[in-house]
């Protein structure tokens, strides 16, 4: 008799579907996935994504976002402040803020992620590792320590902008002002994608710097750059992610670097609107 009520009792749970399995005090429900990934589109803005995959019979609700890692000088937190339905089956990405990065790394650093979310009827807070799949993140904080570096010896900014008409160069001022407080040397900077140099005897990829700045010094250096579009396709200033930042090279403390250089967004602005007309097609 017990053998027959068990066997009805498991026909009973197939037939009106078992109850989920509910998650751990601190972790996510079973099933589900989290990445970390930067797309192009975040680079400027120093922005990423923590994209969670609902592997789960059931929608899974995500509110707080915060993502830790002893790399950067505090928690990255979403951009904007909301909650997330994830469908069954179905991935979201939540934009997250990056804090400034903290010099030097940790030998062994650990990403993790804490989540608020509803699932199942259930509020919970989970702490999960976070796996970096595309491994953006140790360049990144290369990247950036070697600009923190660079700024202790000297503010490396575009000052101004001078457009032109069609055919002719315009003017991209590079300014560099020294604090006084360290030694660094710019041998060049690098076009993007949109934009290369217009130099003596044709165009070119890489216009040479010899900009020294030595400890005690504090006068500004200008240094014009002849610039004109690299390209004239219309969908290259619609689509635009990362036209108006430059390479810049540097020797810092003996060690050579490549350090972005971008305009900010105003300058952008200025920038792709005057390829826009540059190029024939601006209004």
């Not at 030998?107 to 993790?112: L, R």
């Not at 500004?220 to 990362?242: F, G, N, Q, S, T």
Request: net charge negative; proline share 10%; charged share 20%.
């Amino acid at each position: 008799m017990a053998a027959l009520v068990a066997v009805v009792i498991a026909l009973a749970l197939t037939a009106c579907g078992a109850p989920a399995p509910e998650p751990g005090p601190d972790r996510l429900p079973e099933d589900t996935e989290v990445s970390f990934v930067q797309l192009r589109s975040d680079v400027a803005a120093r922005q990423a994504q923590v994209r969670i995959r609902n592997g789960t019979a059931l929608p899974l609700i995500v509110g707080e976002i915060r993502v830790s890692d002893p790399r950067f000088d505090g928690d990255a937190e979403r951009v904007v402040a909301r909650t997330s339905t994830i469908p069954p089956g179905s991935a979201t990405d939540i934009r997250v803020q990056l804090p400034a990065v903290a010099c030097p790394a940790p030998a062994e650093p650990e990403t993790t992620v804490t989540v608020s979310f509803t699932w199942n009827g259930m509020d919970a807070v989970a702490t999960e590792p976070l796996p970096d799949p595309l491994g953006f993140v140790p360049p990144l904080h290369e990247r950036e320590c070697r600009a923190a570096a660079l700024a202790e010896a000297a503010d490396v900014a575009f000052a101004s902008f001078a457009p032109s008409d069609a055919g002719a160069p315009a003017v991209l001022e590079l300014a560099v002002v020294p604090t006084g407080a360290g030694a660094a040397r710019l041998t060049g900077i690098r076009e993007t994608n949109l934009l290369t140099f217009r130099m003596p005897g044709g165009e070119g990829g890489r216009w040479p710097l010899e900009v020294a700045v030595r400890p005690g010094e504090t006068g500004p250096i200008a240094v014009p750059l002849r610039i004109i579009p690299a390209r004239c396709d219309p969908h290259a200033v619609m689509e635009d992610k990362r036209g108006t930042v430059f390479w810049v090279e540097a020797v810092v403390d003996g060690e050579v670097s490549r350090i972005d250089l971008a305009a900010d967004e105003d300058l952008r602005g200025r920038l792709l609107t005057w390829v826009a007309h540059w190029c024939g097609y601006g209004s």
